[in-house]
């Protein structure tokens, strides 16, 4: 698989996000101002987009905030999420970033427990869906 970063919400990436998040998933505010100045991230199988995500520093915080990963469906329970996650960890890392957190489905909460993010805050709702901040050191170090 291969793996490419684009400066701008390419195609692939925008494809992706409308098959998992709005025709699998339901939600209606897929896209944002946040498209036109985040890095983006896919993963190809040979010429075929299987999965994204975006990231971005956050200007109060410094913080590297990631999200919008998405799957297809068909290459679901393969460890590709672990995998896109870790390729943007260490990207930020190259980036010397410390911190990245990411605004998590709750019903996902678990597979990033499991990639060392920690939940903080209160439970909130993005379109009815009720979600979680989590938060990781950068490096695997264990949070502060």
């Keep these: 698989m291969d793996i490419k ?6 195609k692939e990436a925008k494809k992706i996000r409308e098959l998992v998040f709005i025709e699998e998933q339901g939600f209606q505010g897929e896209f944002d101002e946040i498209d036109s100045y985040a890095k983006h991230l896919v993963l190809f199988d ?35 999420g672990a995998r896109i996650l870790k390729i943007v960890e260490e990207k930020i890392s190259e980036l010397e970033g410390t911190y990245i957190i990411l605004h998590a489905q709750l019903r996902v909460k678990k597979f990033y427990e499991k990639q060392g993010y920690t939940s903080y805050g209160e439970i909130d ?8 901040w989590m938060r990781k050191k950068v490096g695997g170090v264990k949070n502060e």
């Excluded at 299987?50 to 290459?75: D, L, N």
């Excluded at 709702?125 to 979680?132: A, G, K, M, V």
């Design 5 to 10: 970063f684009y400066n701008s919400l390419p």
């Design 46 to 80: 040979d010429a075929n987009p299987v999965a994204t995500c975006r990231f971005f520093q956050e200007e109060k915080s410094g913080e590297y905030v990631i999200g919008r990963i998405a799957v297809m469906r068909q290459y679901r329970g393969q460890n590709i």
């Design 125 to 132: 709702f993005d379109e009815d869906c009720p979600h979680i």
